[in-house]
């Protein structure tokens, strides 16, 4: 019991904190589609982050997402791109040197604004993640679960920067 006590009093007096690991007294949050941005992203590619985004403060905070909510989110895909990683040499001057692997990079840019602690608010932040992959592989066959995985890490540091005050 005397724990318990003890536990409730820390996380009290460590300021308003929920065990979801939102930190904020904001009941809502807007979030603006976000527009892709890039050359080479699927075209869908905004919608289906700003869903992602919605899911993850919806499923990891008691924030409801609303249309003017006392948190707000706004940006856009900044950058999908594809570079040659692990370079093998084909042993033969006249013969291109391929790729062992790739890299899928993705960033978003966001600006954030909380109207009730405007000294957490920052404007045009980019987030960005990558994963390598096989040349191997077939690239569309791979594509959406890459785009999962990355998204995964950058939703988890948007929140962390907003809300989770890490």
Not at 139 to 156: G, M, V
């Amino acid at each position: 019991m005397t724990l318990i006590i003890a536990l409730a009093g820390i996380a009290s007096g460590c300021g308003v904190y929920s065990f979801s690991g939102a930190a904020t007294t904001a009941k809502t949050i807007s979030i603006d589609p976000f527009f892709n941005n890039t050359d080479l992203a699927p075209a869908n590619i905004g919608a289906t982050f700003t869903n992602k985004l919605k899911d993850y403060y919806q499923q990891n905070s008691s924030l409801r997402v609303a249309e003017a909510g006392e948190l707000h989110i706004e940006g856009t895909v900044s950058e999908y791109r594809i570079n040659a990683m692990a370079p093998v040499s084909t042993g033969r001057p006249n013969d291109p040197n391929t790729a062992a692997l790739s890299r899928l990079t993705i960033s978003v840019k966001i600006s954030f604004e909380d109207s009730i602690e405007p000294k957490n608010n920052f404007k045009d932040r980019t987030f960005s993640f990558y994963k390598d992959f096989d040349n191997n592989l077939n690239f569309t066959t791979i594509q959406e679960d890459l785009e999962k995985q990355i998204f995964n890490q950058i939703l988890i540091d948007i929140f962390n920067a907003t809300v989770a005050n890490w």
